[in-house]
Structure formats: C-alpha cells, structure tokens
C-alpha cells in the first residue's frame, strides 16, 4: 500500500512567518454532513490555482540548481505560522458532542489527553511529485512511484506517495537546502493544525462540517478532478477550501506521515 506523504513540514524558527489574517471560525457543535450523492451534472471539474499550477509546473523545468532554488523559495513560503498552545489529543467526542459518545472507532486515539505545544510552522500543502522528484534527481535516488503500474496517479500536481523513510530523508533535505529545521511534524502538532490549534473540529474543513462537492469531493467527483479520470486516486493539491488555519486537504485526499509514528495519520 502507498501513502501519501505528509507536506506538512514544520519550522519552529519561523516565528516571523505569520498566517495571513483570518476570520476565527469555531466548531459547529454538531458538526453536519450532506448527501455525497449529488447530480453529477452539477459537478464541475475543478482547477488549481493559476498561481499555484504555474509554480508547480515551474519546478520541473531548468537545470537542477534552477529546480533546487525554486523549491526553497516555495516550500518557505507555503509555511503558515501556527502559535502553540494545549489542547486536548485524541478522541474528544465524549468532550464534546451532545451524545458524549465517541467520534472514532480508533482505540489508540482514546482517551482524549491533554498536550502543550509550543510555536510551529506548517505546510499549507501536501507534497506533491513536483516537488519530490526535484528531491529525487538531486540526491540522484529513484524517483518515487516510477513503476509502470504507477502511471495512472503519478502526476506532478497529486500528493506523493513515499515510505516513511524517504519523506523523513526528505524533510532533513529541506533542512540542509534551506538551514531551516524542516522535519515531519509530530502527531499532536498534525492534530492540532488540522483541528485550527485544537479545537473541537471533527472534520478539517473550512466550516467543520462536511459539504460534498464544496469542501470535499463528491461521489464521482475525483474522475472529473484528477487526471487519470479514476476514483480512487489523489487529485491535485488545493482545489478545494483550506481549514481555518490555512490547511489544504487536511481531510481527504490521501493520508499524512508524522514524526512520531511510522504510521500513517488518517484524517477523519
């Protein structure tokens, strides 16, 4: 099986970094889901960015220390400042919602505990190919995903899917590139940054509720979206709203790495 793995690098130096000035949303208090099985007709076939699709086809093209410089200014710049504080870990369902019954069926997340965090930065994206393959051909290692039974989701705008080891190898690059402490991020901080610094969000959408089709897609909705035109597949990075925080796909598309754990965090 491959993960994906996790773009959400951290940068506790960074304190300068600051997010840009958001509107503070809370939880919903019973978090809402609507019908994933909506009018395909109404589905459209979503595009990043320009700015963002410009910057990742960028990375492909030029000499290798053009590709490298590139890069640093990138992943530098997708850092969003998170400012530390306790919240508690885990399972907070029995905290929180009306029935006080659990939201997971993960027994490792249970108890909900509490945790102190210091300041972090924090990838607003997942790593893409783009950016992993610039890893790869500088370190002269294979490039991640290069079987021919790959080919159908291996695209540069998709989350890369590597073992722990290499995503691990290839924050400590980061590091090296850009003398900045680049790793994978702990559990509890991934946690804490996708629930908006520990806040009881069940889900890490921009509302806290889940809107099929608007803040994630929709049944038959990854066909229209990602390039192979499979369902099962990732589908390029922030096409769709961020968290209140900034975080992109915190909720689907793909599961993440974390430090702490050679495992991979499944988003709920």
Known sequence: MKYR???????????????????PVKPPKIPQMSNQYIDE????????????????????????????????KKVVNDLIFVEGGTFMMGDFGPLWSPEKLPYSDQLASRPAHEV?????????????YAEFDIYSDATRTERAANEKLDAEYRYP??????????????????????????????????EYAARS?????VWATDNGS???????????????????????????????????LGLYDASHNGEEWVNDCKRPVIAS
């Open 5 to 23: 793995t996790v773009l959400f690098l951290l940068c506790a130096v960074l304190v300068s970094l600051s997010a840009e000035a958001q509107k």
């Open 41 to 72: 007709s109404q589905l459209k076939a979503l595009k990043q960015p320009p700015a963002l699709a410009a910057e990742l086809e960028a990375l492909g093209q030029g000499t290798i220390e053009e590709r490298i410089s590139k890069l640093k």
């Open 116 to 128: 102190t965090l210091s300041n972090f930065s924090i990838a607003k994206y997942k790593t893409t």
């Open 157 to 190: 705008t998709v989350p890369a899917g590597v073992p722990w080891q290499r995503a691990k190898a290839y924050c400590q690059w980061l590091g090296t590139i850009t003398q900045l402490p680049f790793d994978l991020p702990t559990e509890a901080q991934w």
């Open 197 to 201: 610094r520990g806040q009881f969000f």
């Open 210 to 244: 889940i809107d099929y089709g608007r803040n994630v897609p929709a049944a038959g909705h990854v066909e229209l979206i990602s390039r192979s035109g499979q369902s099962r597949v990732p589908y390029p990075v922030g096409l769709f709203p961020p968290n209140s």
